[in-house]
């Protein structure tokens, strides 16, 4: 069960330091679990993990290719790795690696991706993922999740123990606006509705989830009922709940810090086809490269704001 913070605000703690605290804690019970690090411990927040457990943890250097290596080889040993690098390299880098040596051979590995697109700020385009779900999502029997705070963080985390497959993370690294009540569980695969709503349904997920709040809220102030949907996990998708959504809500706004072109819009909008089809509407980086900049900049320059989703809602509702 889950609970929905009735104000949005900054979290307390760090998403980086919420990995490193709960990986801390599971690890203490669990000797199965390892961390690898491509040469960024201090920005994954791990120098704690690698302090309190230096033999469960491995600093590979700059060569992702070959920490997914390392993270197949320690699952065949029976450990449950989890493998950070920037989402870029977590994805465009490692694809083979993660096909070839993790998905393909049916290992048990987690991939942590962090500073999904504009949260990597002033690393710049080339550190600014805004294809990694879609470059990974046809992968066969990979799930890809992307929690939207600290709270759902952790409990997908601690979850991620206890199941058997190849997982992907994308995780930012910092603080994030908090949706969720401290307690609350989610289940893997199936999305939240956080508000309920009759005429259009928001399905967002990551810092977007929190901007879609926000615009449900300016649409009530217009007189519009939008229902909000946090489809945190994009693979495998909730195909269940979003024809609900469809057939209830008869339209859709999709709202995602990545690339609509093979992330959430298109995943949502596979779903859509292929149960009850309605009008759909994308908000996202549509088919941009990423640059330097703030974040609040760059949430603007991209249209990642909750009045774009106003706006799209808008959209979408007209072509009913």
């Known amino acids: 069960m889950f609970k929905v913070k ?3 605000e900054k979290s307390d703690v760090l998403m980086r330091d919420k990995y490193c605290q709960t990986l801390m804690a ?32 491995v600093q590979c250097g700059i060569a992702e290719a070959n920490m997914i290596g390392i993270a197949a080889g320690l699952s065949l040993t029976g ?35 962090s500073d999904p697109g504009v949260t990597a700020a002033y690393n710049g385009g080339t550190h600014m ?9 046809g992968i066969p ?32 690294r910092k603080s994030v606006i908090s949706v969720y009540q401290d307690g609350s569980s989610f289940e893997i695969g199936k999305g939240n509705v956080l508000r309920n709503g009759g005429d259009v349904t928001i399905i967002a997920s990551g810092i977007m989830v929190a901007e879609a709040l926000t615009a449900a809220y300016m649409l009530e102030a217009q007189g519009v009922s939008a229902r909000v949907v946090d489809m945190f996990t994009w693979k495998p998708i909730d195909q269940t709940l979003i024809a609900k959504c469809a057939e209830d809500t008869g339209a859709i706004v999709t709202a995602e810090n990545h690339n609509t072109f093979g ?16 009008p759909v509407e994308m908000v996202g980086t549509l088919d941009r ?7 609040s900049f760059l949430r603007q ?20």
């Open 129 to 137: 993922p805004f294809e990694d779900m879609a470059v990974l999502r």
């Open 6 to 8: 009735t104000k949005l």
């Open 289 to 295: 490269f990423g640059q330097v900049g703030t974040e």
């Open 301 to 320: 320059e991209y249209h990642l704001t909750a009045e774009a989703i106003t706006e799209a809602a808008k959209r979408a509702i007209e072509r009913k």
């Open 263 to 278: 992330g959430l819009g298109g995943a949502v909008s596979e779903a859509v086809v292929k149960t009850v089809p309605v």
């Open 79 to 113: 450990k449950i790795p989890f493998a950070h690098s920037f989402g870029t390299f977590a994805s465009r880098r490692v694809c083979d690696q993660i096909y070839v040596s993790a998905a393909y051979a049916k290992l048990n590995v987690r991939i942590i991706g």
């Open 141 to 172: 029997e990979i799930t890809l999740i992307e929690p939207a705070d600290p709270v759902a963080l952790g409990d997908i985390i601690r979850q991620l123990c206890d199941v058997y497959g190849v997982y992907y993370i994308r995780m930012a």
């Open 26 to 57: 599971l690890a203490g019970d669990n000797e199965k679990i390892v961390v690898l690090d491509a040469d960024l411990v201090s920005s994954s927040g791990m120098k704690p993990f690698f302090k309190a457990f230096p033999d469960r943890a």
